[in-house]
């Protein structure tokens, strides 16, 4: 070695080529006579002046641009090589006839050791890849095109869903880099760094409403305004939504109850941010309205809140409306619902067969399995439902007409200047809705809603109203006759509106006075 750096006229990259064979060749030498003891150390001796001679050549032992240290495979465009190359696979062999324990080859080539296993257990070189057509062609390039056209924001696990429904065989990383070549890639805003918050299962929940905006509606084909209740259990991660055209008390309520029906059950907490329907104060410590109290004491559960502006501390449900509205609403799109009633039918769908179906990125596990053990965790439902309607009372005016929501709402002319109580039942489309009016318990009629300004007769109603209104001012006479004679205690008294012509009456003839002859 020292001979070999004595000489001067030979270029540093030569020196170093001609180093690294002369290391490469003794270290071959003695592993062939025996001469070294420990031959492993002769194999790595073997295998690292192997790399230098080829990375002083130019060209590394498998054949690659030096360029590709770091193991990307252009053809592929893959990352460190998931596939072993035949060189590679040799010096596996080698190394594990030396002795060498597959961790110990793993980290010496810097590969996982699972890799060196199957390999091993293969017997054989990795076969070459061999390059397929393309999968995205011109027709469904097409459809991509098709379907962004029809929903731009429309995300790529959609894509992958509806085309596949199809019979695309494009994989969902190939589609990703088809939409990012066409399109351009996603970019979204960094959020701030937080910690994961862990609860056993059955202990929490969480719910809160979002508004869809004007574009969303216009969809969905529906009119705004329109917003999405959504309750999801913090250990399964079992969501349920429901739409409705109101955020109020009783819709709040309506949206509890019909969660707590489909998740099977009620969880010991219910974690809420500021409902001003629901409370009064949400921090320092949270008061709940009476009403509230009467719904929570129902069902048997506690009530927490949360910090204003820290929608991280209920982020499991916050972050589902994110999805909701990039990835079904945009769905929905492509197919407008035209109406609440079906949007929501459309949503138990599409979470049981897309969100509830699929392996969750943090728990590892399908929402639908783990809350089939979640839920025998759960509190047990009441027997009866609790009773979200809406309750008010009325008097009867002189139209019989019954004003429910600036809409009128008939009742029989026999309740006039009676108080009745009105039901108006909670309900996700107020048009689809119903009013029921009752008297001292009993059901008198149930009219369907009707807008503002807007009447609704019961046709019995009309009927009845009609009659006493056009009998108001007939006269009610009969005949007496002279053989009739009216008790002397009894005053009667003819009230007669208007002018009538009438015949003199002979006073003196009706008494029986019988006047002197002159």
């Not at 916050?318 to 079906?342: N, T, V």
């Not at 009230?495 to 029986?512: Q, T, Y």
């Amino acid at each position: 070695m020292n001979r070999l750096t004595a000489i001067t006229h030979i270029s540093p990259a030569a020196k170093r080529h001609f180093a690294a064979a002369t290391r490469w060749i003794m270290a071959v030498l003695t592993l062939v006579v025996g001469a070294h003891r420990n031959s492993a150390f002769v194999l790595t001796e073997i295998q690292q002046s192997g790399l230098l001679i080829a990375a002083a050549a130019g060209r590394r032992r498998d054949g690659r641009d030096p360029s590709d240290a770091a193991g990307v495979d252009r053809q592929r465009g893959e990352g460190p090589g998931l596939m072993m190359t035949q060189g590679e696979h040799m010096n596996v062999v080698e190394m594990r006839r030396a002795g060498w324990s597959i961790s110990a080859i793993a980290k010496a080539l810097g590969r996982d050791r699972n890799t060196i296993a199957k390999w091993l257990e293969l017997g054989g070189p990795p076969p070459r890849r061999v390059a397929t057509e393309t999968v995205v062609d011109e027709h469904w390039a097409g459809r991509v095109a098709q379907l962004l056209e029809a929903s731009p924001t429309l995300p790529v696990t959609s894509l992958h869903r509806l085309l596949g429904a199809e019979g695309c065989p494009a994989s969902y990383p190939t589609l990703t880099r088809h939409v990012r070549a066409v399109h351009g890639p996603r970019r979204v805003r960094a959020g701030s760094a937080t910690a994961a918050i862990e609860t056993p299962a059955g202990e929490e929940a969480q719910a809160d409403w979002s508004e869809l905006s004007a574009e969303h509606c216009a969809w969905l084909g529906i009119t705004p305004p329109v917003y999405c209740f959504g309750c999801i259990l913090c250990w399964s991660r079992q969501r349920h939504w429901w739409f409705a055209d109101s955020l109020d008390f009783h819709h709040t309520i309506e949206g509890f109850v019909r969660s707590f029906d489909a998740l099977g059950g009620v969880p010991a907490k219910v974690r809420i941010d500021n409902m001003g329907c629901l409370v009064t104060r949400s921090h320092p410590k949270l008061q709940l309205r009476p009403p509230t109290t009467a719904f929570v004491n129902y069902y048997g559960f506690s009530v927490a809140g949360c910090w204003p502006k820290d929608a991280a501390r209920k982020g499991k449900v916050e972050r589902p409306f994110r999805e909701l509205k990039e990835s079904f609403l945009a769905e929905m799109r492509l197919d407008p619902p035209g109406s609440i009633a079906i949007l929501n039918q459309r949503a138990v769908q599409w979470l049981d067969r897309v969100v509830h179906a699929r392996v969750h990125r943090v728990t590892k596990e399908r929402p639908v399995d783990r809350w089939t053990r979640e839920r025998s965790l759960l509190a047990s439902l009441p027997h009866l439902p609790f009773d979200t309607a809406r309750r008010v009372s009325r008097q009867v005016p002189a139209t019989c007409l019954v004003e429910v929501d600036a809409g009128y709402y008939s009742v029989p002319p026999t309740l006039r200047g009676q108080t009745v109580e009105v039901r108006v039942p909670t309900v996700a489309d107020k048009s689809l809705g119903s009013v029921e009016i009752r008297h001292r318990g009993v059901l008198v009629v149930t009219h369907p809603r009707v807008a503002a300004g807007q009447s609704s007769w019961d046709p019995a109603h009309r009927a009845a109203v009609e009659h006493v209104a056009m009998n108001r001012h007939r006269r009610r006479l009969h005949v007496v006759g002279d053989d009739v004679v009216a008790p002397a205690s009894t005053s009667t008294r003819l009230d007669l509106l208007g002018d009538f012509e009438v015949a003199d009456i002979d006073i003196a003839a009706r008494l029986g006075i019988i006047e002197d002859q002159p």
